[in-house]
């Protein structure tokens, strides 16, 4: 009888919960929306680095005899992502959380161990590979990424897994206007089945999952706000959940960004909360040269005189025509200025706000293209681009530069050597006329084309 009353009681001893990853927000590490991903990666030598802190109210619910019983309350953690654009088409990242706080019933009645409340959990690297880019004139954004998650961190915090597991996915994202951005993702999560069992739960099964993701967010100024619908499928058993979120992102200066999301769950999948919330701070720094067009900023320069262009010509006319040698200086030109140590072309291209779209005409563009075929021994075209001073475009530190690209493209897509051609990009830092004005702001917005020659002189003051 005792023997009998012994194993009885070793019976209804409680047992932990298995180990599995709860959470089921992946956060985005690169550009682009917070959850979900952007399409986008990094530029090349850009290291950003994230902090976030994340607050679950009942993550974890199961069925009982007697109804649905919160096996966790509450849960807080802290989350730390590094991720660094090996190249411009290729995003690395590191992301690792830790549990920082648990609230919850004890679970012996339901024959279970509590979860431990403290820990850290399973590490994640990840890649993206940027397939498309809307910055080299494709139509979307496209990439795939991959992301594995390790079999290490704290026992019992169910935040570790405990086998290798992987979530492989395809982002798919475009642009309305510099006005609207939205972005679509599919991906497959794969890892081991694991099952909650207790003689006083319903078992419940976790495995492999369709995850699904929708996103839009605005775009062009610092304060951004941004809405998404995250779904997954659970082949094992049949269930479907969803999370709907919402937030608002803030860049107070260039390379840091404040965020704060929250949202509500739908339906009783481990993982989907009643509500979320999260917030956090990012910041970003480019290491080393930017990998674009080639770019510099301190070339001495001597002018030299033009020859003055062929009004009846286009500038498509020239290609395959012997190039001239340039005239003498007496010789003047409609579309360059002499200044004492460069030419400057009277014509500038000019932009909508938060845009770096080329104008539907570009007439100087085209005489411009016309000078450079016809003039061998021009060496040096510099490409310079501008912002105004208002929000909408010092919140995108690119912006000028993505203008001078614009630019740039133009000219070679239309016979211009890329040897000849340098980019700059100066931001607000010299605007043409005051930015008070709205006139003044639209002249502003502009890209110049500086006609130089380099020269062994010194800079003139």
């Known amino acids: 009888m005792t023997l009998l009353l012994a194993q009885g009681a070793m019976a209804q001893e409680p047992v932990a919960l298995p180990d599995f990853v709860l959470e089921r927000l992946d ?61 411009s088409r290729l995003l690395l990242d590191f992301q690792i959380p830790v549990m920082t706080q648990r609230e919850g019933d004890r679970l012996e009645r339901q024959g279970l ?22 910055e ?60 909650i069992e207790s003689s006083e739960l319903e078992t419940r099964e976790i495995g492999s999952e369709l995850r699904l993701g929708a996103g839009l967010m605005t775009l062009g100024a610092p304060l951004r706000a941004e809405v ?20 608002a992102r803030y860049a107070p200066r260039d390379g840091v960004e ?39 900023a301190s070339i001495v320069h001597e002018s030299v005189p033009l020859p003055m262009p062929d009004p009846g010509r286009r500038a498509g006319d020239y290609r395959g025509v012997q190039s001239s040698p340039l005239a003498g200086p007496d010789v003047s030109s409609p579309i360059a200025n002499v200044a004492r140590d460069r030419f400057v072309l009277e014509s500038r291209v000019y932009f909508t706000t938060g845009s770096s779209e080329l104008p539907a005409e570009s007439p100087d563009l085209e005489r411009t293209v016309e000078m450079m075929l016809t003039n061998p021994s021009v060496t040096l075209l510099t490409v ?20 001078a690209e614009a630019v740039w493209r133009y000219l070679v897509e239309h016979g211009v050597s890329p040897n000849k051609l340098r980019l700059r990009s100066f931001g607000p830092e010299h605007p043409a006329q005051s930015n008070s004005t709205p006139e003044g702001r ?6 110049e084309l500086l006609l130089m020659i380099p020269s ?4 003139t003051p």
């Open 384 to 403: 310079d681009g501008h912002t105004d001073d208002s929000k909408a475009e010092t919140f995108n530190p690119r912006l000028g530069r993505n203008r």
């Open 136 to 195: 080299n004139d494709d139509s979307v954004d496209l990439a795939a990424e991959v992301d594995v998650s390790l079999p290490m961190g704290t026992e019992g915090t169910l935040a570790r897994g405990r086998e290798t597991s992987a979530l492989a996915k395809v982002i798919v994202a475009g642009q309305f206007n510099s006005i609207l951005a939205p972005s679509f993702e599919v991906g497959v999560l794969l890892r081991p089945t694991v099952s």
């Open 442 to 447: 639209e002249r502003n917005r502009r890209v």
């Open 27 to 87: 956060v985005n590490p690169g550009p682009g929306p917070l959850t979900t991903g952007g399409g986008t990666v990094l530029r090349g030598g850009e290291l950003r680095v994230m902090l976030m802190g994340h607050y679950q109210h009942q993550p974890l619910t199961l069925n009982t005899k007697e109804g649905e019983i919160p096996l966790l309350r509450s849960r807080s953690t802290g989350l730390l992502s590094v991720a660094f654009g090996l190249s």
């Open 228 to 247: 998404a619908i995250n779904a997954g499928l659970s082949w094992k058993q049949s269930r479907t959940a969803a999370e709907l979120l919402a937030g």
């Open 113 to 134: 161990l509590a979860p431990t409340r403290h820990g850290v959990g399973s590490p994640r690297v990840g890649a993206r590979a940027g397939l498309l880019s809307t």
């Open 258 to 296: 404040l965020f704060a999301v929250g949202g509500l769950g739908l339906g009783s999948e481990p993982g989907v909360p009643l509500f979320r919330l999260l917030a956090g701070v990012s910041f970003s720094y480019l290491l080393g040269e930017d990998t674009r067009p080639d770019s510099d």
């Open 456 to 459: 062994n002189q010194e800079p």
